[in-house]
């Protein structure tokens, strides 16, 4: 069975690259500077956290709160394809 992947762009702003998602529902969703930064230090971490981490990963930063737990999973992988 393949998995989809939702399409991630980049687009350059004052506070620079602001990265956005497609959302289940067809409409783009952007990541705050600051949560792109907050994923960005856990990927230097651990380029694949595990389903508990990504979990962990929410509770523990409330930057990431407001984010879905396969949000931030497609996230790791269009980074790791990046």
């Not at 989809?4 to 067809?26: C, F, M, W, Y």
Request: with cysteine; glycine share 2%; aromatic share 6%.
């Amino acid at each position: 069975m393949a998995m989809q992947v939702a399409p991630v762009h980049r687009e350059s702003s004052s506070s620079g690259s602001i990265t956005k998602h497609l959302t289940d529902n067809g409409k783009y969703v952007r990541y705050t500077a600051e949560q792109v930064e907050a994923l960005e230090r856990v990927y230097a971490e651990c380029p694949k956290p595990s389903s508990l981490r990504r979990q962990q990963l929410i509770r523990e930063c409330p930057i990431l709160a407001d984010i879905e737990p396969k949000q931030i999973k497609v996230w790791f992988q269009n980074r790791r394809m990046h």
